[in-house]
């Protein structure tokens, strides 16, 4: 159940971060409701998960997932690059969270 409430936490991250960059493009208040909604109930989940996963592997799966799901939105919605690098570094951080899941 902990790795499920993690794997939640880290896509309303993602949502969230979808959501900041909606608040720049638009400034009125559902934008903002979405942005306090959307990292509201990641760090609800977050905390949920950390009762019985380490605090250590918990925020570094958390946080590897809202990191490239973030990239991998911004390259599907905003047009952002989508260089083979960058791809390749977004495999290595999921690629990290995954370690770490069989590591422990």
């Known amino acids: 159940m902990a790795w499920f409430a993690l794997i939640i936490a880290g896509l309303f991250e993602m949502f969230g971060v979808l959501m ?4 720049h493009k638009e400034r009125n208040w559902q934008s903002l409701v979405f942005v306090v909604i959307g990292f509201g109930a990641s760090f609800i ?3 949920q998960a950390m009762k019985t996963l380490s605090m250590g ?3 570094a799966i958390w946080t590897g ?3 490239s799901g ?3 939105l911004g390259m599907l919605f905003y047009g952002e690059s989508k260089d083979w690098k960058r791809i390749f570094f977004i495999i290595m951080v999921l690629g990290s969270a995954i370690g770490l899941k069989l590591v422990s």
């Open 20 to 23: 900041i960059n909606q608040l």
């Open 45 to 47: 989940f977050l905390a």
């Open 57 to 59: 592997k918990a925020y």
């Open 65 to 67: 997932i809202g990191a």
């Open 70 to 72: 973030g990239a991998i």
